[in-house]
Protein backbone atom coordinates (compact mmCIF):
# COMPACT_ATOMS: atom_id res chain seq x y z
CA UNK A 1 0.00 0.00 0.00
CA UNK A 2 1.41 3.45 -0.56
CA UNK A 3 2.08 6.06 1.47
CA UNK A 4 -0.78 8.78 2.42
CA UNK A 5 0.23 11.97 1.78
CA UNK A 6 -0.12 14.31 5.23
CA UNK A 7 -1.48 17.62 5.75
CA UNK A 8 -0.73 19.88 9.35
CA UNK A 9 -3.26 21.36 11.27
CA UNK A 10 -2.50 23.70 14.33
CA UNK A 11 -5.07 23.05 17.42
CA UNK A 12 -4.62 26.04 18.65
CA UNK A 13 -6.68 27.54 21.96
CA UNK A 14 -6.15 28.28 25.82
CA UNK A 15 -5.48 25.73 28.19
CA UNK A 16 -8.35 23.41 29.49
CA UNK A 17 -10.59 24.32 27.02
CA UNK A 18 -10.83 20.58 25.71
CA UNK A 19 -8.11 20.60 22.69
CA UNK A 20 -7.13 17.32 23.76
CA UNK A 21 -10.84 15.98 24.31
CA UNK A 22 -11.46 17.26 20.56
CA UNK A 23 -8.34 15.89 19.06
CA UNK A 24 -9.11 12.52 20.61
CA UNK A 25 -12.48 12.64 19.46
CA UNK A 26 -11.42 13.41 15.91
CA UNK A 27 -9.07 10.80 15.18
CA UNK A 28 -10.33 7.77 17.65
CA UNK A 29 -13.64 8.36 17.30
CA UNK A 30 -14.13 8.00 21.29
CA UNK A 31 -14.57 10.43 24.35
CA UNK A 32 -10.80 10.50 26.12
CA UNK A 33 -11.87 9.46 29.85
CA UNK A 34 -8.64 11.09 31.74
CA UNK A 35 -7.51 14.51 29.99
CA UNK A 36 -4.68 15.86 30.95
CA UNK A 37 -2.32 19.14 30.07
CA UNK A 38 -0.54 18.90 27.19
CA UNK A 39 2.84 20.32 27.61
CA UNK A 40 4.84 21.09 24.47
CA UNK A 41 2.79 19.74 21.79
CA UNK A 42 0.55 16.37 21.31
CA UNK A 43 0.22 15.22 17.90
CA UNK A 44 -2.23 12.44 16.91
CA UNK A 45 -3.63 11.77 13.15
CA UNK A 46 -6.90 11.54 11.41
CA UNK A 47 -7.87 9.92 8.25
CA UNK A 48 -9.72 11.71 5.98
CA UNK A 49 -11.13 10.97 1.88
CA UNK A 50 -10.65 14.05 0.06
CA UNK A 51 -13.76 14.90 -2.19
CA UNK A 52 -15.25 11.67 -1.02
CA UNK A 53 -17.33 10.50 -3.14
CA UNK A 54 -15.88 12.10 -6.10
CA UNK A 55 -13.72 10.65 -9.00
CA UNK A 56 -10.69 12.69 -7.14
CA UNK A 57 -11.19 11.21 -4.11
CA UNK A 58 -8.16 10.62 -2.56
CA UNK A 59 -7.30 9.57 0.86
CA UNK A 60 -5.01 11.61 3.20
CA UNK A 61 -3.60 11.64 6.65
CA UNK A 62 -4.48 14.56 8.63
CA UNK A 63 -1.96 15.74 11.77
CA UNK A 64 -3.52 17.81 14.57
CA UNK A 65 -1.07 19.42 16.31
CA UNK A 66 -2.38 20.01 19.82
CA UNK A 67 -0.46 23.02 21.00
CA UNK A 68 -0.35 23.42 24.59
CA UNK A 69 0.12 26.64 26.14
CA UNK A 70 -0.90 29.70 27.38
CA UNK A 71 -1.11 32.92 24.60
CA UNK A 72 -0.07 35.11 27.50
CA UNK A 73 3.20 33.34 27.91
CA UNK A 74 6.47 34.60 27.99
CA UNK A 75 8.56 36.20 25.14
CA UNK A 76 10.57 32.85 25.54
CA UNK A 77 7.93 30.17 25.53
CA UNK A 78 6.48 32.30 22.32
CA UNK A 79 9.74 31.84 20.77
CA UNK A 80 9.58 27.74 21.77
CA UNK A 81 6.14 27.37 21.15
CA UNK A 82 6.98 28.80 17.31
CA UNK A 83 8.94 25.68 16.32
CA UNK A 84 5.51 23.82 16.05
CA UNK A 85 3.48 26.44 13.68
CA UNK A 86 6.52 26.18 10.62
CA UNK A 87 4.75 24.93 7.21
CA UNK A 88 1.48 24.52 8.54
CA UNK A 89 -1.63 24.05 6.36
CA UNK A 90 -4.50 24.90 8.25
CA UNK A 91 -5.70 25.83 11.83
CA UNK A 92 -8.55 24.96 13.97
CA UNK A 93 -9.36 27.91 17.03
CA UNK A 94 -10.46 26.08 19.97
CA UNK A 95 -12.16 28.13 22.65
CA UNK A 96 -14.84 27.41 25.63
CA UNK A 97 -18.54 28.69 25.08
CA UNK A 98 -18.79 29.29 28.80
CA UNK A 99 -15.24 31.02 28.87
CA UNK A 100 -15.85 34.22 27.07
CA UNK A 101 -12.03 35.40 27.43
CA UNK A 102 -10.72 32.14 25.96
CA UNK A 103 -12.78 33.33 22.83
CA UNK A 104 -11.31 36.92 23.11
CA UNK A 105 -7.98 34.86 23.38
CA UNK A 106 -8.35 33.04 19.75
CA UNK A 107 -7.13 36.47 18.01
CA UNK A 108 -4.17 36.59 20.28
CA UNK A 109 -3.38 32.91 19.15
CA UNK A 110 -4.11 33.41 15.73
CA UNK A 111 -1.72 35.99 15.33
CA UNK A 112 1.05 34.01 17.45
CA UNK A 113 0.62 31.39 14.40
CA UNK A 114 0.68 33.62 11.75
CA UNK A 115 3.59 35.21 12.91
CA UNK A 116 2.08 38.83 12.71
CA UNK A 117 1.82 38.95 16.90
CA UNK A 118 5.32 41.00 17.16
CA UNK A 119 3.72 44.19 18.78
CA UNK A 120 1.17 42.69 21.28
CA UNK A 121 0.62 46.13 22.73
CA UNK A 122 0.04 47.53 18.96
CA UNK A 123 -2.91 44.99 18.10
CA UNK A 124 -5.70 46.10 20.25
CA UNK A 125 -7.80 48.86 18.91
CA UNK A 126 -9.68 51.49 21.44
CA UNK A 127 -12.71 49.24 22.43
CA UNK A 128 -10.89 46.29 23.52
CA UNK A 129 -11.78 44.21 20.34
CA UNK A 130 -8.51 43.19 17.67
CA UNK A 131 -8.40 45.19 14.66
CA UNK A 132 -10.41 42.57 11.90
CA UNK A 133 -8.08 43.62 9.20
CA UNK A 134 -5.17 42.21 10.14
CA UNK A 135 -7.04 39.07 9.08
CA UNK A 136 -8.55 39.83 6.00
CA UNK A 137 -5.88 39.20 3.39
CA UNK A 138 -5.42 35.80 5.86
CA UNK A 139 -5.42 32.79 3.28
CA UNK A 140 -4.73 30.29 5.57
CA UNK A 141 -8.27 27.38 6.41
CA UNK A 142 -9.60 27.75 9.30
CA UNK A 143 -12.23 27.02 11.97
CA UNK A 144 -13.61 27.99 14.89
CA UNK A 145 -14.36 25.37 17.32
CA UNK A 146 -16.31 26.20 20.55
CA UNK A 147 -16.49 23.03 23.50
CA UNK A 148 -18.56 22.38 26.60
CA UNK A 149 -21.90 23.25 24.46
CA UNK A 150 -23.58 21.46 26.98
CA UNK A 151 -22.60 23.39 29.94
CA UNK A 152 -24.48 26.57 28.56
CA UNK A 153 -27.60 26.98 30.76
CA UNK A 154 -31.07 27.09 28.02
CA UNK A 155 -31.37 30.97 29.12
CA UNK A 156 -27.75 32.22 27.77
CA UNK A 157 -27.43 29.84 25.06
CA UNK A 158 -29.11 32.32 22.46
CA UNK A 159 -26.53 34.66 23.45
CA UNK A 160 -23.19 32.94 23.78
CA UNK A 161 -24.11 31.24 20.05
CA UNK A 162 -24.71 34.55 18.98
CA UNK A 163 -21.77 36.12 20.08
CA UNK A 164 -19.63 33.01 19.02
CA UNK A 165 -20.99 33.38 15.45
CA UNK A 166 -19.60 36.76 15.44
CA UNK A 167 -16.17 35.49 16.22
CA UNK A 168 -16.23 33.03 12.98
CA UNK A 169 -17.04 35.94 11.10
CA UNK A 170 -14.25 37.56 11.80
CA UNK A 171 -11.83 34.71 10.81
CA UNK A 172 -13.79 34.48 7.66
CA UNK A 173 -14.15 30.75 9.08
CA UNK A 174 -17.20 27.92 9.91
CA UNK A 175 -18.07 26.72 13.38
CA UNK A 176 -18.97 24.10 15.08
CA UNK A 177 -19.78 24.10 18.66
CA UNK A 178 -19.83 20.89 20.44
CA UNK A 179 -19.66 18.51 23.73
CA UNK A 180 -16.60 16.36 23.55
CA UNK A 181 -17.81 14.26 25.62
CA UNK A 182 -20.72 13.06 23.01
CA UNK A 183 -19.67 11.81 20.00
CA UNK A 184 -22.94 12.36 18.46
CA UNK A 185 -22.48 15.96 17.43
CA UNK A 186 -20.08 14.57 14.93
CA UNK A 187 -21.91 11.69 13.52
CA UNK A 188 -21.46 11.21 10.29
CA UNK A 189 -24.18 13.37 7.98
CA UNK A 190 -24.63 15.94 10.62
CA UNK A 191 -24.19 19.57 9.75
CA UNK A 192 -21.16 19.48 12.13
CA UNK A 193 -19.47 16.43 9.96
CA UNK A 194 -19.94 17.86 7.12
CA UNK A 195 -18.30 21.27 8.00
CA UNK A 196 -15.67 19.50 9.14
CA UNK A 197 -14.95 17.55 6.25
CA UNK A 198 -15.73 20.35 3.85
CA UNK A 199 -12.64 22.30 5.92
CA UNK A 200 -10.16 19.40 5.45
CA UNK A 201 -10.86 19.54 1.80
CA UNK A 202 -9.91 22.94 2.04
CA UNK A 203 -6.63 22.23 4.18
CA UNK A 204 -5.85 19.81 1.73
CA UNK A 205 -6.06 21.86 -1.38
CA UNK A 206 -4.33 24.84 0.14
CA UNK A 207 -1.49 22.61 0.24
CA UNK A 208 -2.01 20.99 -3.34
CA UNK A 209 -1.61 24.38 -4.41
CA UNK A 210 1.95 24.58 -2.94
CA UNK A 211 0.95 26.94 -0.13
CA UNK A 212 2.19 26.30 3.50
CA UNK A 213 2.60 29.04 6.20
CA UNK A 214 6.00 29.60 7.16
Same mark, same amino acid.
Given at each position: ???????????????????????????????????????????????????????????????????????????? %????? &??????? /??????? =?? #? !????????????????????????????????????????????????????????????? %????? &??????? /??????? =?? #? !?????????????????????????????????
Amino acid at each position: MAALDRVKVLVLGDSGVGKSSLVHLLCQNQVLGNPSWTVGCSVDVRIHDYKEGTPEEKTYYIELWDVGGSVGSATS %VKSTR &AVFYNLL /NGIILVH =DL #T !NKKSSQNLYRWSLEALNRDVAPTGVLVTNGDYDREQFADNQIPLLVIGTKLDQIPETKRNE %VLTRT &AFLAEDF /NAEEINL =DC #T !NPRYLAAGSSNAVKLSRFFDKVILWQARGFAAC
